[in-house]
Every structure is written in structure tokens, then in C-alpha cells.
């Protein structure tokens, strides 16, 4: 323990208040009431409240919401939209077919959703069950006790000026200290990265691979508003090489949600994710969505797509890993909040069963992979494994193994690896330049008048929480072979290359339009980029996305 740090002892720490973070937390408060226990259970979100980093399409399921909190449609629970119709398109540079939906994508009694306004919910729903939660508060560091088990987390010093020196407005970060700690981080967690190494726990999972999801948020004109519309779609402005889709969700009181994903394992050093979407939207199926409405909110985030074979060990001394953070998604249903919740009520049950009962003092829940491996959830992971990897033969390969694998019913006798995502890109000179078109400001927009309306902030000066392993590999690598690709695929402008003009190119890392999307952490071909937490508060403020 830092001598100018104070602590906090709780039995457990929940670090994320995201869905699983969430779950995982009023679980365990339900059934140490139930049970006339007492339990103290806090939860540290970096976000400047619950909800505010949270950014998903979404459409969920609501099999686990019905299990955590069967009354929840009278507690008021923000879902309003049930989806009604399903459409699966594939799109061509001016025309579109209408596909047969997939039955994993069939979306009858889901419901369309602002995820962040659902986790606002949840947020108060634990907070009555006496969950301490904590907004704006990041968790910096893992902590460890001296035989090398987890001890709980401390948060991010705040008020260090960009100088690494103690400014007048200088607090030092506070400890928390668990008998259990629960990583819900979301995708590419900075803390749970730190554990991987710790523990080993990847060493007999394949490689993570990830997608890139930006979104908006749009409201339309009510003449072409219809509630409960579900759209999907493959194929254009998307090459056949290049893993990716859309979806485009009709919502309550004229909102539409429309989104794109792009798989982090494209080749194309060329390739904006961000541009791509733009052109998207200009599509002869997809513009009238849109025409005489008005974009209202902006954000991006990076999701876990490896499924199955990618899982990590979920747990060791001291903690264990649920939801985004440990990769819980389902590529093909397109829908990962609803294994995100169970993760956390099944992590919360074994954890509670190893506070509340005689096990010589272990400290490892154990029992969480295993009850896993029983759920309806590990077998839906793995009927779903091979799906995506199967993409790496392209859209025609995918589509064809899809269908084999469909008619397998998912018990294929193989399972099919990933490849790491940075590794993929090629070179500036082995990949044809893309001409994307200029935003017209009503349809299709740049990056700076987006990144506004995802309204992020942070502290000016603060350290950079964007951090080159290397100075020098930004320009001697980066953008001598691949021209400085990540001046394109981050989607709010934070990476910007300066002084070519004096033939003296430097990189300039515009920390402050950081929406936390991690994608830099994870697509930089050098592995040079460590996104790390700035401090508590900082980043997106999504009102509803």
C-alpha cells in the first residue's frame, strides 16, 4: 500500500459498471438478503456516471433480466421497443437483395434498446439493494497481496499535470481492498490485460479477435419512422476480403439507431472504419432511413468477436472475469448482452458460495467456469465457434462454411482459430489506396463534428492515457510501411501526423477526442499503443446510446 493512499475494505469489488458489472452486483446482494447475510459490494465506473461509456446497438434478449429481476417491466425498466420485423439485406454498390434471415437472427420477443440507459436502471436497482456505486472513479491498478493473489484495485491518481508532476488540484487515487474482485472492464480492459500477463491466463486460448462498432443516433421525421424495424446487412461499400456489417434499429419516439462493424483483421492499411460507415449511409436502401432527420449522438467502441476458443481462464486468486472483458458475444446473433449478464449472475453464484462457505479458506472461484460449462450459454458459444473464423476465406468462403455449418446444427468436429488482428495489415505498397468522398453535413459527416456530439471531455492536463511504447516506432514503422494507419482507423481523430510538410513527419496524439473505443490498443501493427485509464470521468458522455 502507497503510504499516501487511503482504502476501502469491501467483501466484494465490482470494476465496470456495465451490464455484467451490474448483474454480477445485485445478484449478490439478492441472495445475501435472501439468505440474512451480511455483504458489502461496491462498484467503481470510470465513466462520469453509469451509462456513460456505455455503447451498444442493441437488441437483447431478455431470458436473464427475467431470471435477475422478474418484475422488471413493473420496476420501469427502459425497454419500450419490441422488435417486430427482421430484415436481412446484402447490398450492392446501388441495389440490395433480401436475404432469408438467419434463425440465429430471428428477433421476435426481443426488444430494441439504449443499452446505457438500461444500465442506467440497473444502476439504481443495486444501488436499493445497497451496492455502493462509484462514477468517475477509474481503476488504475490491480493490487496484490504478498503470496501473489488479487487484493483489489486502486484507483487513478487525479490532478498529475501533463509534466508527470503533482498540480495544485493533486488527490491520490484510494484503495480497494476485497476478498473477491470482479473484472467487468468490457472489451480490452486495461486492467484485465494486466492480469492475462499475471496469471498466464491466455495460454491455452486462441487469439482474441475484435470488430470495431460506431454508431449514431438519429431522429427522423415520424412519416418514416417504423417502430420495431430490425436491419441488418452485409456486403457494400465493404470489400469481400473484409469482415463487416450493419445494423439499423427503429426505436421509440422516432429515433433510429444506425451502426457499422468492421473486423479489426482487415488487411487494407488504407481502410477508415469511420469512412466506410459514412458511405454506408448512402446507400439507395439505407438513405431513407435517415433523409430530413437529424443526428443527435456519436460514439464508437471495439467488441470481442473470437467467441468460444478465444475465452480465457476466467479466474484466479483473488478475482475472476466476466462479460466483454472475458469475451462473451455471440458473433452471428449479433448480440452479447444477454451472455454478459449470465456471466455475472453465475460468476456472483460461486462467488458467493466461496464467501459462505467452508472451503479451508480457498480464494478462487472455481466453481464460475464450471457452472458455466453446464448453462445453455457455454453451448451456445459453442455451436457459434466456427462461424467467424471462417470469414478469413473471405465473404463467398464465410458464407458457404456458414451454411455447413448450420446444417451441422454447430457440432462440426474441428473448431477453426484466429489469427492476431494486428498482425494482418499489409503494407502501404501492397494495398490499393481508397478515395473516400467528402461529407455532405447532412448525411455523412468528419470526425470532429462527431466526436462533439459524443460529448467527450478530459482534464486538458493530465498525462497522456495514450502511451508509445516507442517514440520513434510511430514514424520509423508506422508510417514508413504502413502509412500511418492509425490516423484512420481510430474514429474520433485522436491520432494526426504533422510537419510533413518539413519533411519532418511527427505523430500527434490528440488525447482529449478520446471516446475510449481501445481500437488503437488493438489494430497498432507494432503493438506500440497502451491505452490506459485517464483520470475518473473523463471520456464519451452518452445519453442514450
Known amino acids: 500500500m502507497r503510504n499516501d493512499r487511503e482504502s476501502m475494505e469491501f467483501d466484494v469489488v465490482v470494476v465496470g459498471a456495465g451490464p455484467s458489472g451490474l448483474s454480477a452486483a445485485i445478484r449478490l446482494k439478492q441472495k445475501a438478503l435472501a439468505n440474512n447475510k451480511e455483504l458489502s459490494v461496491c462498484v467503481l465506473e470510470k465513466g462520469s456516471e453509469v451509462g456513460a461509456h456505455i455503447l451498444s446497438g442493441a437488441v437483447i434478449e431478455t431470458r436473464v433480466l427475467d431470471e435477475l429481476i422478474p418484475d422488471w417491466k413493473a420496476k420501469g425498466a427502459p425497454l419500450e421497443t419490441m422488435a417486430t420485423k427482421d430484415r436481412v439485406l446484402f447490398l450492392t454498390e446501388k441495389n440490395h437483395i433480401r436475404m432469408p434471415t438467419p434463425p440465429q437472427m430471428h428477433n421476435k420477443g426481443n426488444y430494441i434498446v439504449s443499452l446505457g440507459r438500461l444500465c442506467r436502471w440497473l444502476g439504481e436497482q443495486a444501488e436499493a439493494l445497497g451496492v455502493d456505486i462509484y462514477p468517475g472513479f477509474a481503476a488504475a491498478e490491480v493490487l496484490y497481496h504478498e503470496d501473489g493473489s488479487v487484493k483489489g484495485v486502486a484507483t487513478g491518481d487525479m490532478g498529475i499535470g501533463k509534466d508527470g508532476e503533482q498540480t495544485a488540484q493533486f488527490q491520490p487515487g484510494m484503495e480497494l481492498h476485497a476478498k473477491q474482485t470482479i473484472f467487468a ?73 444506425i451502426g457499422f462493424v468492421v473486423g479489426l483483421d482487415y488487411s487494407n492499411p488504407w481502410l477508415s472504419p469511420f469512412e466506410e460507415f459514412q458511405r454506408y449511409k448512402t446507400h439507395p436502401a439505407i438513405r431513407p432511413h435517415l433523409e430530413g432527420g437529424r443526428r443527435i449522438s456519436y460514439g464508437a467502441r471495439t467488441l470481442a468477436e473470437g467467441g468460444f476458443q478465444s475465452l480465457p481462464k476466467l479466474t484466479f486468486p483473488g478475482g475472476v472475469l466476466i462479460g466483454d472483458t472475458a469475451g462473451f458475444l455471440n458473433v452471428p446473433k449479433i448480440k452479447g448482452t444477454h451472455m454478459a449478464m449470465q456471466s455475472g449472475l453465475v460468476a456472483a453464484d ?59 446444427m454447430g457440432y462440426a468436429p474441428w473448431t477453426l482459430s484466429h489469427h492476431e488482428d494486428h498482425a494482418c495489415l499489409k503494407t502501404k505498397d501492397q494495398a490499393q489506396k481508397i478515395d473516400y468522398p467528402k461529407p455532405d453535413g447532412k448525411l455523412t459527416f468528419d470526425r470532429l463534428s462527431s466526436v462533439y456530439l459524443s460529448n467527450t471531455n478530459h482534464e486538458e492536463n493530465q498525462r497522456c492515457h495514450l502511451q508509445l511504447k516507442d517514440a520513434a516506432v510511430a514514424i520509423d514503422i508506422n508510417y514508413a510501411r504502413y502509412a500511418s494507419p492509425e490516423t484512420r482507423y481510430c474514429p474520433a481523430g485522436v491520432y494526426e501526423i504533422v510537419g510533413e510538410e518539413s519533411g519532418a513527419p511527427k505523430l500527434q496524439i490528440n488525447a482529449q477526442n478520446c471516446v475510449h473505443c481501445k481500437t488503437c490498443d488493438i489494430k497498432d501493427p507494432t503493438q506500440n499503443i497502451n491505452w490506459q485509464v485517464p483520470e475518473g470521468g473523463g471520456g464519451p458522455n452518452y445519453p442514450a446510446m
Open 185 to 257: 472492464e468490457g472489451c480490452r480492459g486495461s486492467l484485465t490485460k494486466t492480469l492475462f500477463e499475471k496469471f498466464n491466463l491466455r495460454k491455452d486460448a486462441q487469439p482474441q479477435t475484435y470488430g470495431i462498432g460506431i454508431k449514431e443516433l438519429w431522429e427522423v421525421p415520424p412519416a418514416q419512422h417504423q417502430q420495431g424495424l430490425v436491419i441488418h446487412t452485409i456486403g457494400w461499400p465493404l470489400s469481400t476480403d473484409t469482415y463487416g456489417g450493419s445494423f439499423l434499429y427503429h426505436l421509440e419516439n422516432n429515433l433510429v439507431a
Open 350 to 408: 460461486a462467488i458467493y458460495q466461496l464467501l459462505f462457505s467452508e472451503q479451508g479458506g480457498a480464494n478462487e472461484a472455481v466453481q464460475y467456469p464450471e457452472s458455466l460449462k453446464k448453462s445453455w450459454m457455454w453451448n451456445e458459444l459453442y455451436r457459434v465457434r466456427n462461424v467467424r473464423p471462417s470469414f478469413r476465406w473471405g465473404l463467398w468462403g464465410g458464407f458457404a462454411y456458414s451454411a455447413l455449418d448450420t446444417a451441422l
